[in-house]
C-alpha cells in the first residue's frame, strides 16, 4: 500500500547536491545536464533527474510537487495514462484527472466525487468517497457508543 506525504515529511529529505552528478540519474536515461536541460530534485527521494524522468506529481497536504518514477510506487502520487481506471475510456492527458486521495487517473464522468481539503475543493473517485465516509459513519457511531456509556 502506498503512503501519503506531508509537508513535513518532505523537510526531512536531504537533496543531492548540483555538483554531484553532470548527468540524469534514471538508469536508462542519463542525458548530460546543460543550460537548457536542467536539473530537477525529486521531492521525495532528494535525487536528480532531467524534467522528462520526473512524470509524476506527488500528493503533499493541499498541493503538488515533483516526484520521480520509483518513489510513485512508493507514495500517493499523481499519474500519467490514456485510460480511466474505471471505465477504461481512452482519454487525452489534458482532460482527465487524478482523484486526490489514491492518485490514480479517471475521466470526468468517473471523477464525480468531491472532498474538500483547506476550503478548496478537489476530485476523488467514488471507492475513495465510500472509503471517506465509511471513515466518517464509524468515528459518529464510536461517539454514539462513548456518549451512551457516560449516561
Not at 1 to 23: C, G, N, P, S
Not at 50 to 74: A, F, R, T, W
Request: with cysteine; hydrophobic share 25%.
Amino acid at each position: 500500500m502506498r503512503m501519503k506525504v506531508t509537508r513535513a515529511d518532505l523537510l526531512k529529505i536531504k537533496w543531492q547536491a548540483d555538483q554531484e552528478t553532470k548527468f540524469c540519474t534514471k538508469l536508462d536515461c542519463s542525458i548530460p545536464f546543460t543550460l537548457f536541460n536542467r536539473r530537477h530534485h525529486c521531492r521525495n527521494c532528494g535525487k536528480i533527474f532531467c524534467q522528462n524522468c520526473l512524470p509524476h506529481q506527488l500528493i503533499v497536504d493541499d498541493g503538488l510537487e515533483k516526484c520521480c518514477y520509483d518513489c510513485s510506487l512508493k507514495v500517493i502520487c499523481l499519474k500519467v495514462s490514456e485510460n480511466c481506471l474505471s471505465c477504461q475510456k481512452k482519454i487525452g492527458f489534458k482532460t482527465n484527472s487524478n482523484c486526490w486521495e489514491c492518485g490514480e487517473i479517471f475521466c470526468s464522468n468517473c471523477l464525480s466525487q468531491k472532498i474538500t481539503i483547506k476550503k478548496s475543493i478537489k476530485p476523488i473517485c467514488l471507492n475513495c468517497k465510500k472509503n471517506i465516509d465509511k471513515k466518517q459513519s464509524n468515528s459518529q457511531i464510536e461517539k454514539q457508543q462513548e456518549e451512551e456509556k457516560e449516561k
